[in-house]
């Protein structure tokens, strides 16, 4: 047996099912002894990059390693900015990744690898010898998995041609190392969490996305009514737990300006499974008077501004706040906090927005796309926003939700989504669901566009082009300089899509992105809607940020 | 940094005005979100300053000089203050002078000041705290104005 058919068993002994990539001399080997094996399907994207995005989306909607691959050198350096995404993104992932040959160091395709995957924050397994196939491949896994980042499995293309000899052994994949226990917390540290909440007068639960991994949800609820709470999410954990009454959306920038009003008179937060950046509470400006309490898996989390939470409960966020709630539950605490009827008359008409603004001709309001689209596609229908300008809108007036609801955020850049929308897809067996995201963006990764129809995606893409590099756009008009610079025209997206073999539609008002979501509902698959926006409407976050106001 | 550079007008007479200008517990009294806390030896004050970027409240606490010279009517404050939440310093050099302004009779009180904001806040609220600066310079104008009101009735 050679290493590359051991190596591609391997693969598969990990329980992989779909990769994503583009074949190159270096992979290649690999890729056909996978397509041998059979059960793993490889999706050929147009842009290397674009297959870790996917892998990376793969992750963030299974909580399962996502798998890419690329050739050597040229096919590796493709990978920075997904690679460094995925890292932010805490997403696992394994890149098999062929490598110029160990006896050839003049290789045309050359390339320090292992250099390149620490620039770009990636964990680094490679393959020295042929008996290193089995080690390999499980460490990358292993490493994936419990250290939750992409790792590159760097794979030389002479030693994949080497014979390997143990092949009567049976791979134990990476599963067999890691333990299924979760973190049960400290009752020391539980009880002085008890402590803090039973002294509290106006609690607030935020929540993010390791809460909702854990599955948190119910025993979140309960302790927030035992202890009067307000519910919060992070953005990564956007309209999650919005079905109770006292929910006030995201906790930062892309909250409501009610929200941020009532979180002034907190003085207990209590972070179940979120980081606590500088995002969520805007460096701590917004709790001036709260105390924390953090429980998270990790063993320690240094909160934004470089303070410690008030009290600290590494255990896994359902059993931490299982534990809490019991406790409080023992002393017989119940407090009316901030769940009053004045307060939930507050939160009626928290999501409005009804500045005006004069719209440019030819263009819809982006709220109203917002609005529409949020109206008429089903909430069994998965979210993902994407990055820039436009993100201010989206991760703000979506608030029903859906199966999955994931924001884009990681490493500030944009195009991203895109990748990470159709590896999402792909992972939840094709179910229909929409990525709303900047013209930048979409226009970064338009390639992938084919691919989408190529294998039949059924995501929706709906593009909020208001024909500019929009951050760039409003930050140049609010420092009086020339914002013109940063406008790019597009082509009609609508028209690129069917060109490339899906469906698409130009909308200039609110009845053609009605019409045209409507046309996808009915028949979901591979379709963009280019919605021409007014780039007079100004975000709500820009508002604040650029303008000071107080919105 | 951040320039302010206005021409306030008030429609009391110079002295009034100055009288106003001088008195520190008075100017204080006309900057949105401030209060003068005590006098040190160095006759310089402790102040608090809460203002609001967005929506986000930030509170200062800030050392506040003044140097006056009564017989040109013009002055100086410097003000320094760092806030105790997320480790935003502020610092502001400001100068004004009280001329007289014939038609109609009243005051105009040319102010050029340099506010500098760090930290980690500094990025946060980028072109807007200027905005917010200027904000809070049109409502001091308000306030001097009907101050002065009150101080000559």
Redesign the interface.
């Known amino acids: 047996m050679k290493v590359y058919q051991r190596l591609a068993a391997n693969f598969k002994a990990e329980g992989v099912t779909h990769m994503f990539g583009i074949m190159g001399d270096a992979n290649m080997y690999w890729m056909h002894e996978l397509d041998k094996l059979g059960g793993v399907k490889m999706l050929e994207v147009r842009h290397e990059g674009a297959g870790l995005g996917m892998a990376d989306g793969w992750a963030r909607a299974t909580r399962s390693v996502g798998v890419a691959t690329t050739t050597c050198g040229p096919g590796v350096s493709q990978l920075a900015t997904a690679f460094l995404t995925a890292s932010r993104a805490e997403s696992p992932i394994v890149a098999f990744c062929g490598e110029h040959p160990t006896n050839d160091q003049e290789y045309n395709q050359r390339l320090d690898q292992a250099r390149f995957a620490a620039g770009c924050e990636a964990g680094f397994v490679r393959l020295n010898t042929p008996d290193d196939a089995d080690d390999a491949v499980r460490k990358a896994f292993y490493m994936a998995r419990m250290e939750s980042r992409p790792v590159m499995l760097s794979a030389p293309m002479d030693v994949q041609q080497k014979t390997f000899e143990d092949d009567d052994e049976p791979y134990k994949p990476s599963s067999t190392l890691i333990p299924p226990r979760a973190v049960r917390p400290d009752p020391e540290a539980l009880r002085q969490a008890a402590d803090i909440v039973a002294g509290a007068k106006q609690p607030v639960i935020i929540v993010g996305r390791g809460a909702r991994w854990s599955g948190a949800g119910e025993a979140v609820l309960r302790l927030a009514k035992r202890t009067g709470a307000l519910v919060a999410t992070t953005l990564m954990a956007k309209t999650w737990l919005s079905e109770d009454e006292y929910h006030v959306g995201v906790a930062g920038t892309y909250g409501t300006?009610t929200a941020?009003?009532l979180f002034?008179e907190t003085d207990c937060v209590i972070a179940v499974g979120a980081s606590m950046n500088?995002y969520t509470i805007?460096?701590?400006?917004?709790f001036?008077k709260a105390r924390y309490v953090q429980i998270d898996s990790k063993p320690h989390v240094v909160m934004?501004?470089g303070r410690s939470a008030d009290c600290y409960v590494q255990a896994d966020a359902r059993a931490g706040v299982e534990g809490l709630d019991t406790l409080l539950e023992e002393r017989s605490f119940r407090n009316v906090g901030y769940r009053t009827p004045d307060v939930r008359k507050q939160l009626a008409g928290q999501y409005e927005d009804r500045k005006e603004f004069p719209l440019d001709p030819g263009t819809v309001d982006p709220r109203e796309v917002i609005r529409v689209l949020e109206e008429t596609v089903p909430t069994s229908i998965s979210l993902f926003t994407g990055s820039g300008a436009t993100a201010g809108f989206s991760n703000i007036m979506f608030t029903r939700q859906r199966p999955l609801v994931l924001p884009s955020h990681f490493f500030g850049c944009i195009g991203q989504m895109m990748p990470a929308a159709m590896g999402a897809v792909v992972a939840t067996g094709n179910k229909p669901a929409m990525l709303v995201d900047g013209d930048a963006s979409v226009m970064m990764h338009l390639a992938e566009f084919e691919t989408m129809v190529r294998y039949d995606v059924p995501l929706l893409i709906v593009v909020m082009n208001n024909e500019a590099l929009g951050s760039e756009y409003y930050?140049l008009h609010?420092?009086d300089m020339k914002s013109e610079l940063a406008t790019i025209p597009t082509p009609d997206l609508g028209a690129v899509a069917r060109a490339f073999g899906g469906r698409g539609r130009l909308a200039r008002n609110a009845e053609d992105v009605r019409a045209a979501a409507a046309e996808w509902i009915a028949k979901p698959g591979p379709m963009m809607i280019d919605a021409r926006i007014s780039r007079s409407v100004v975000t709500l976050p820009y508002?604040?940020?650029?303008?000071?106001?107080?919105? | 940094m951040i320039e302010v550079n206005e021409r306030i007008e008030v429609p009391s007479a110079p002295r009034t005005v100055w009288s106003v200008l001088s008195d520190p517990h008075e100017v204080v009294g006309c900057v949105p979100g401030a209060a003068l806390g005590a006098e040190q030896e160095d006759g310089s004050f402790d102040a608090t300053l809460t203002v609001k970027f967005g929506p986000a409240k930030v509170a200062f606490r800030a050392r506040v000089a003044l140097e006056l010279d009564p017989a040109a009517m013009s002055g100086r404050v410097l003000a320094r203050g760092k806030d105790d939440k997320g480790g935003t310093r502020i610092r502001s050099n400001l100068t004004f002078r009280v001329e007289e302004r014939a038609e109609p009779a009243g005051s105009v009180v040319p102010i050029e000041a340099q506010v500098e904001i760090g930290g980690k806040l500094a990025s946060l609220v980028e072109g807007g705290a200027a905005l917010v600066v200027k904000r809070m310079t049109r409502e001091f104008t308000e306030r001097l104005a009907a101050r002065c009101a009150a101080a000559a009735a």
């Open positions: 300006r941020m009003r002034e500088r805007e460096h701590g400006y917004l001036p934004a501004g930050k609010a420092h508002r604040r940020i650029h303008y000071g106001e107080d919105e």
